[in-house]
């Protein structure tokens, strides 16, 4: 192996470290940070997720909250409890968990959190700041991935070439965004793109963010290279897996995120970050 690991999971200890210390300087002002988190229905997925993000609130000192309804719940009463969450004055950050039942809107349920307390940063207000460079709060998974990126040294893009592979508007737009922001040359690939490899070729920094298993292999990959895998997949063997081939990228690239342990817990780390900023501009 020729890459260095960029280890999601000591740099998430390192910054929510960094958060609990903020916290109780925050929490000792009388202002405690507190996260709401809202699941409707019993999708297995989110069931782990929710409780991993209420977790990692209660492991750096933040209030949190799990709201949990039945599957049957009305579009109408999870717009009113929203609309609670918006005005609860220990409420810094609300996050309702997707996907969500069929009959309820997502769009809409999204619209509706205050732009203030949007921590997950889905918001078209949200979005609109980050492509204006104004203050919002930015998507989690691309802003774990910017601070990966920062930890190995690379803030400032200045002349570097980034490809985004993935135009979703959680992933794939925002993290273009984030890194036009940082001064990159940005391309972005998807599946219309035509011969990917010979883009991905030319790129500094690559990330994967598909859901496909095997969407970047060695032969894409400019030697030396930083490779980003956001891909969650499973493998024939039912084990976890990024959209890199990583036994064979690994050989070739600088720097290398693995699956899992890579850009899984920065997700939730930079949720905390984005709560207690919140909370931190609630005080001034
Ligand atoms: N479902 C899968 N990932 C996410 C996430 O980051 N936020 C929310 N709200 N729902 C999700």
Request: charge should be negative; aromatic fraction near 2%.
């Amino acid at each position: 192996m020729t890459a260095q690991l960029i280890d999601g999971n000591a740099l998430s200890q390192q910054v929510r470290a960094e958060v609990a210390k903020r916290a109780a300087a925050l929490t000792a002002r009388g202002l405690k940070p507190g996260l709401a988190v809202v699941l409707v229905g019993d999708n297995p997925a989110s069931q782990v997720y929710v409780r991993n993000k209420v977790k990692a609130c209660q492991d750096a000192g933040l209030h949190s909250v799990l709201e949990k309804y039945e599957a049957s719940m009305s579009e109408a009463e999870l717009l009113a409890r929203i609309e609670a969450l918006n005005t609860d004055p220990a409420i810094h950050g609300i996050l309702v968990q997707l996907p969500l039942p069929k009959h309820i809107d997502d769009h809409k349920v999204i619209e509706a959190i205050a732009p203030e307390k949007d921590v997950d940063g889905f918001h078209v207000a949200s979005a609109g700041a980050l492509m204006v460079g104004e203050q919002g709060f930015k998507a989690c998974t691309p802003y774990g991935c910017m601070k990966m990126l920062e930890s190995i040294g690379m803030k400032n893009l200045r002349g570097k070439h980034a490809v985004v592979i993935g135009r979703s508007n959680i992933v794939g737009k925002p993290m273009a965004m984030m890194l036009l922001q940082a001064d990159a040359t940005v391309t972005v690939c998807h599946s219309g793109t035509a011969d990917l490899g010979a883009i991905t070729r030319q790129a500094d920094i690559v990330v994967a963010a598909v859901g496909k298993r095997n969407v970047l292999t060695a032969d894409m990959v400019k030697p030396g290279a930083v490779v980003i895998d956001v891909g969650m997949n499973r493998n024939e063997e039912g084990k976890l897996c990024g959209d890199v081939d990583f036994d064979g990228v690994k050989e070739v690239a600088g720097w290398i995120t693995p699956v899992p342990g890579g850009v899984g817990p920065m997700t939730i780390t930079m949720l905390l970050v984005n709560t207690m900023e919140s909370a931190e501009r609630q005080l001034g």
